[in-house]
């Protein structure tokens, strides 16, 4: 049986609170109406939240079990402690209940039937203020977070507080991954007028504690074995994976974006499935969409690509990362600060852009930069030029930017760059950041913001906090489970 903790009668000291308030503000030479609108407006949102908060306690009491046993899925719970009161945190401020708690047969850890009712996040959050902290914590840091709430005027949670409920989140997230991810793409509709799919990947590095381990480890170890060269690249960094799968029309405009992002990880492996399985749901709908895989010149990148989900692709590598490998030829030939050598690669970059077989044209113009520059004090300035000519004859193939236009197809991975910015960069590399864990916390929770799935996603994971609590009822010697009733 529920508590009935009166909830008429409960929130009445708040409302005369509220009232008296009002009554008061109206009365000329009182304190109050001598405030000026701002101080008035601190107080009226005080005696507000201060009814709400008491409403909200008496209708969390009412989700509260006082009975000698509960069943939870399979598992029996006996009474172990009656009438506890606890403060929950609320969008409006703390609230305050008594309730019980119930142990297993046998030992072990206890549970509240009211938390699991209630749907209670990390067994202090209300289900709206355990959004709004996560929604924060996605652009903001913890003592922002936390400071957000104090600027509104809300008893609201600590910084450390706003630290731990993402990670919570993302632990319970993680367990329900696949299911939950294939649970949002199918509320989704595939635009009429989409042409085109396009699948993009890279990578950012992040600053990491467990990447300067590493990599201290890593040339401790070389110098043991008298290495002359030690593991290079910024110590204490990993690379976090981003990836997009974007819908195009015929026009090449783009429709819709979806953006993953993950924690350092062997190969890519959960960003690859999570791309795999957008991908597998969007041609389940739409088999007729022609499919455009793009990425910079990272052979890991086109490593991902050569499977057979992707066999019919059309393979681009981004013009972007094409221009700045151009950029770099012609700055090893005529030098930084020349401005032949800025002109020559505005030429030249249209050239590859815009006409048929461009790709070819700057290979036979970086040929014959390359064959002009002889001689001992050029041999530097040579070798530079001939990394760049090898990086366009090697990705010769993907790099018909005329033809791709003029089927409608993207040439520029520019989407995926900015998840990298976006989800990565803006949030885990702030000033003075390095991590250990809450990484793909703060990826999962910005990847669903800026894919427009936060709010479907909150739906799966505010429901997993509402458990199902039955009451064991015995009558003689047979045992009955009750569907718990709410008090009035």
């Known amino acids: 049986m529920h508590q009935d903790n009166t909830p008429v009668l409960s929130s009445l000291a708040s409302f005369e609170r509220l009232e008296n308030l009002l009554v008061a503000r109206r009365r000329d030479g009182s304190t109050e109406a001598l405030m000026t609108f701002e101080a008035f407006e601190v107080e009226l949102g005080h005696a507000v939240r201060g009814l709400e908060n008491e409403l909200k306690s008496a209708d969390l009491s009412r989700y509260d079990v006082d009975a000698e046993a509960v069943m939870v899925g399979s598992q029996e719970y006996r009474k172990c402690l009656s009438n506890q009161s606890k403060t929950y945190l609320s969008a409006s401020g703390p609230v305050t209940v008594t309730r019980h708690l119930y142990r ?56 450390s507080t706003c630290d731990r409920l993402p990670k919570r989140l993302s632990t ?35 600053p990491d504690k467990d990447g300067q381990r590493e990599t201290k480890a890593k040339r401790e170890a070389a110098k043991a074995q008298g290495l002359s060269k030690t593991p290079s690249g910024p110590a204490g960094y990993r690379e976090v994976g981003c990836g997009t799968v974007t819908l195009y029309d015929e026009e090449g405009e783009r429709l819709d974006t979806v953006r993953y992002g993950r924690a350092p990880e062997y190969k890519k492996k959960t960003l690859t499935e999570e791309l795999d399985a957008e991908l597998v749901s969007i041609l389940a709908v739409r088999p007729d969409l022609e499919v455009v895989a793009i990425a910079d ?32 030829a012609m700055t090893a030939y005529y030098g930084a600060q020349s401005v032949e050598g800025r002109a020559e690669y505005a030429r030249l970059r249209i050239i590859l852009r815009d006409q048929p077989d461009g790709v070819a044209n700057v290979i036979t113009e970086l040929g014959r930069l390359v064959r002009k520059l002889s001689g001992s004090r050029r041999k530097a300035r040579r070798k530079r030029l001939q990394s760049e000519l090898r990086y366009f004859q090697n990705q010769r193939g993907r790099m018909d930017y005329a033809g791709y236009q003029a089927r409608g197809l993207p040439i520029g991975s520019g989407l995926v760059e900015a998840a990298c910015k976006t989800l990565a960069t803006q949030r885990l590399k702030r000033s003075g950041m390095s991590w250990r864990d809450g990484k793909q916390a703060m990826l999962t929770i910005r990847s669903l913001q ?39």
């Open 104 to 159: 297993p047969l046998g030992g072990g850890k206890s549970i509240c039937p009211l938390e699991l009712g209630a749907g209670i996040v990390g067994g202090l959050h209300t289900p709206v203020l355990a959004r709004q902290v996560a929604y924060l914590m996605g652009h903001l840091t913890s003592k922002e977070t936390s400071e957000v709430f104090s600027e509104l005027g809300i008893t609201g949670p600590s910084s």
């Open 172 to 206: 319970v997230w993680e367990a329900h991954r696949v299911q939950w991810e294939a649970a949002l793409q199918s509320q989704e509709m595939v635009a009429a007028e989409a042409t085109v799919v396009a699948v993009s990947l890279d990578g950012v590095m992040v």
């Open 297 to 328: 010149g990272a052979e890991e990148n086109w490593r991902y690509f050569d499977r057979p989900l992707y066999v019919d692709a059309t393979r681009i590598v981004d013009h972007g990362h094409a221009s700045e490998h151009l950029r770099e």
């Open 450 to 488: 800026q894919s427009e799935r936060w709010a479907a996603a909150w739906q799966l994971l505010s429901a997993h906090f509402r458990v199902t609590v039955l009451t064991v009822r015995k009558r003689g010697h047979l045992r009955e489970l009750v569907p718990v009733k709410m008090a009035a």
